[in-house]
């Protein structure tokens, strides 16, 4: 079992720096418009070559409400005849990609994020499930891990009764805070008792796993009010826990201008709410998995960990990084081999250009060698919290301290400030850097310095 956290605030305060998420190395910011649809093509037939198998994320960008601190690609409306027509336009698009695939290659891994989901209705979602099932190799055993982002205002037992049916096995659960007065300062009433029915619903029908996300740095949030949140969210049990930094950036995200600033946390509050809420999940048993994850000893997350078989994408911490991820919808990514590539962000750009019969491919990137070289190290850092310089040696054919020699002084700095370990044959990230690991990445990125740290939220 990996060791417990160790929080130490003056390194906290220290390295608390603006930097990815590495949900890709190289991240998106680095994407561009000289990639298109050629080059996903060609990505395709060499997926269709090697046999690999899938990992489906398809976006639905509709909600009925708007969220403040939301920093999603969604559509805000009450009219789900909108609904239609963009499903005509996804349907296209999952012909169009699945043409330059084998249909034997399996889709080990399905996710519908947004926006909600469920803004569709019970038709449409069967109408997207059916004409997914024809044109992808979709398992019908159960087996896959096929999860649905759920807007518990938005669901009720029949429509878990509905997405259990459809295959979906896996129900990740919007929660952010259980006050009431946080909950109207961000324009997101939501009861616990809406969020347990939804819950209840799914055991009952025999989900295999249940997330559910929260948020900390909202405005009119405090330490206290924030951990009794976290305890009726214990008492819930939910398998996996996703705990976000908000990140308040009104000159990005329009909605957030309709947050007062003057009602937000404070550094130091946000930082004891995080304290707080580790030493709360670590005592009711959780794993820390790294980069606001938690998840129980027995869930698939926290066993990969162990085995130092975890991997990261765009989807966050999965099992299932071996998938080529063909991402479907308005703004989607996909990461096929070295290719990444992601649709237009434009709902109208994106059904117009499908409705010529052309994919939607808008900006992307190929990666070169040392791309792939530092995928791979921050990869394993940021999933196993540690890396054997043998591994990327015999790998990439190179020698590890004399490729990266020019950050051996930073390295040896984090050392001496008790971050990582490092020796001639390894880094080990210490319980006191794990909740840091970004910053430990971040030394081995390239691209950083060439543009504004700002685009990125801070590490905590």
């Known amino acids: 079992m990996l060791d417990a956290i160790r929080w130490d605030t003056d390194l ?28 996903l093509f060609h990505a395709l037939r060499d997926s269709r070559k090697a046999q690999r198998p899938l990992s489906l994320y398809v976006h639905v960008p509709f909600c009925a409400n708007i969220c403040y601190y939301c920093a999603c690609n969604k559509v805000i409306t009450k009219d789900r005849g909108r609904a239609q027509p ?30 909600t989901p469920t803004f569709l209705s019970h038709d449409e979602l069967r109408q997207l499930m059916a004409h997914l099932r024809k044109h992808f190799n979709l398992l019908d055993d159960d087996s896959g891990d096929y999860g649905i982002e759920i807007d518990p205002r938005e669901a009720d037992w029949s429509t878990m009764g509905l997405l259990r049916e459809l295959g979906f096995n896996r129900v990740s659960i919007g929660l952010q805070d259980l006050d ?49 949140t976290v305890d009726e969210v ?6 996996r826990l996703s705990v976000f930094n908000y990140a308040h950036l009104p000159e990005r995200f329009m909605p957030q201008r309709r947050i007062n600033s003057n009602e937000l946390p404070t550094p130091a509050q946000k930082l004891e709410m995080l304290q707080r809420t ?35 994408n765009f989807q966050g911490y999965t099992t299932h990084g071996h998938c080529d991820l063909i991402g479907l919808g308005v703004s989607a990514i996909s990461q096929i081999g070295d290719l990444y590539c992601q649709n237009s962000s434009d709902l109208n750009h994106y ?103 700002q685009r990125f939220s801070r590490v905590i």
């Open 278 to 312: 580790i030493e709360q999940l670590i005592n009711a048993g959780y794993r820390y998995i790294g980069m606001d994850h938690f998840a129980l000893p027995d869930d698939e997350l926290a066993i990969a960990q162990e085995e130092s078989t975890l991997q990261r």
């Open 86 to 115: 963009y499903l005509q336009r996804l349907e296209q698009e999952i012909q169009l990609i699945a043409c330059h695939l084998d249909p034997t290659q399996k889709v080990e891994q399905l996710h519908f994020g947004g926006g």
């Open 351 to 453: 059904q117009n250009t499908l409705a010529s019969m052309q994919l939607a491919t808008s900006r992307g990137l190929l990666c070169n060698a040392d791309d792939r070289l530092r995928r791979a190290v921050i990869q394993q850092l940021i999933c196993n919290f540690s890396l054997e310089f043998s591994d990327i040696e015999q790998a990439f054919n190179i020698d590890f301290q004399g490729y990266f020699g020019d950050l051996w002084p930073q390295l040896q700095d984090m050392a001496k400030d008790g971050l990582i370990e490092l020796d001639r044959d390894r880094i080990t990230i210490l319980p006191a850097g794990r909740l840091l690991v970004r910053s430990v990445c971040m030394v081995f990125d390239a691209y950083l310095e060439q543009h504004n740290r």
């Open 12 to 39: 906290i305060r220290r390295y608390d720096l603006a930097g990815p998420r590495y949900t890709s190395y190289p991240t998106a910011v680095q994407f561009n418009s000289q990639v298109g649809t050629f080059d």
């Open 180 to 228: 009431p007065a946080v909950q109207r300062a961000v324009n997101r009433l939501q009861s616990l008792e809406e969020t347990r029915a939804v819950i209840d619903a799914a055991r009952t029908l025999q989900f295999r796993s249940i997330n559910i996300d929260l948020i900390y740095g909202l405005p009119k949030q405090t330490p206290e009010n924030f951990a009794r």
């Open 234 to 239: 214990i008492r819930l049990q939910p398998d």
